[in-house]
């Protein structure tokens, strides 16, 4: 575990390097956040983290795993779990994208909590793995959507987002009418986003969808309809 204690070490340090703590109680004030920042603005993270990686290529996928797991679970400031997601995205990885790591992320959904967190990892990382495996992911994100937990129900709503025509429609139906009865506004938003993005594609199917579910709420509605003239 060298490999991980190294990188892991590396990140904190260097972050700790670029912290603004002028910066840092506005961060944590807009994000609301129960954990404080460091005050280090994404442009300037992203430089910081793609440095360490690079350096430090982790040899497998056990030490990736590894490695994000401690840097989420050990973060003492947000910056940090926005660093294990940039982890689970960093280009020598791609190639470990798969169903294996949905336990990882639906962790980091429930545990994350809000949104910062959750959507990148449903767009970025839920998402291409489902265009990539629908036979093994779809069910589970059907199952997501009726969950009790509300954050894995938002991203099997927008785990979609950017897919284009490559979205599953049955899919998105099933996810949105399984939650616009709920009144949390970051499932009726995130409905209303599933929507707005796929009429950049498919303006008729998502007209039509409206019409015909007419218990969608005003949010979803007017988010929905932005795209459709």
Not at 63 to 83: G, K
Not at 214 to 224: D, F, I, K, N
Request: glycine share 4%; with cysteine; proline share 6%.
């Amino acid at each position: 575990m060298d490999d991980v204690d190294e990188l892991v070490r590396a990140v904190r340090s260097e972050l700790a390097a670029a912290a603004d703590p002028e910066k840092a109680p506005r961060m944590r004030r807009y994000m609301k956040s129960a954990m404080p920042f460091r005050g280090v603005p994404k442009p300037e993270r992203a430089r910081v983290v793609s440095s360490v990686f690079a350096a430090r290529v982790l040899p497998d996928r056990d030490s990736f795993i590894a490695a994000v797991t401690a840097l989420w679970r050990q973060a003492r400031f947000r910056e940090e779990r926005y660093a294990a997601i940039d982890l689970t995205g960093y280009r020598a990885y791609a190639n470990w994208q798969d169903r294996a790591l949905l336990p990882l992320y639906e962790e980091m959904i429930v545990t994350g909590a809000w949104w910062d967190y959750v959507d990148e990892i449903a767009i970025r990382r839920v998402g291409p793995i489902r265009r990539a495996e629908p036979d093994a992911v779809n069910p589970l994100l059907r199952g997501w959507a009726r969950e009790a937990d509300r954050w894995r129900r938002r991203t099997a709503v927008i785990c979609q987002v950017g897919a284009k025509s490559r979205t599953d429609r049955a899919l998105l139906a099933d996810a949105i009418e399984a939650n616009q009865d709920d009144r949390d506004f970051f499932l009726r938003k995130a409905i209303g986003w599933a929507l707005r993005d796929y009429a950049r594609t498919d303006p008729d199917w998502v007209r039509a969808f409206v019409a015909a579910h007419p218990g969608l709420s005003p949010l979803s509605v007017r988010e929905a309809g932005k795209h459709l003239g």
